[in-house]
Nanobody, 129 residues
Framework: QVQLVESGGGMVQAGGSLRLSCAAS????????MGWFRQAPGKEREFVAA????????YYSDSVKGRFTISGDNPKNTVYLQMNSLKLEDTAVYYC??????????????????????WGQGTQVTVSS
């Protein structure tokens, strides 16, 4: 079992910044990728950003590209999401996800929630006007 613990959510005014962190722990495992998804009320969970250690790259949704930056510390099993220039539409619960089965290595799976086998409990991000 792998546990993911997120931190850093909160409330911020539009144009502001927040930094989310997610640390993975548990029995011996290997992380192939870690990512962030978000879910707003009444909407599907959507991909935000991911870092791949099997393919060695970072990936972003078009809606956050240029504003959010994902970074990862593979030895520490930790991933961060720096969110700048926040907009009202960024309000959502943000979930950290981890791939220990190498699903995200294939095709476009890194953008798909089914590419990840472990999830955090979620952290609320609220952007106000």
């Amino acid at each position: 079992q792998v546990q993911l613990v997120e931190s850093g959510g909160g409330m911020v005014q539009a144009g502001g910044s927040l930094r989310l962190s997610c640390a993975a722990s548990g029995r011996t495992f290997r992380l192939y990728a870690m990512g962030w998804f978000r879910q707003a009320p009444g909407k599907e969970r959507e991909f935000v950003a991911a870092v791949s250690w099997s393919g060695s790259g970072t990936y972003y949704s078009d809606s956050v590209k240029g504003r959010f930056t994902i970074s990862g510390d593979n030895p520490k099993n930790t991933v961060y999401l720096q969110m700048n220039s926040l907009k009202l539409e960024d309000t959502a619960v943000y979930y950290c996800a981890a791939d220990t089965l190498k699903r995200t290595y294939y095709g476009d799976s890194i953008f798909d929630k089914y590419g990840y086998d472990y999830w955090g409990q979620g952290t609320q991000v609220t952007v106000s006007s």
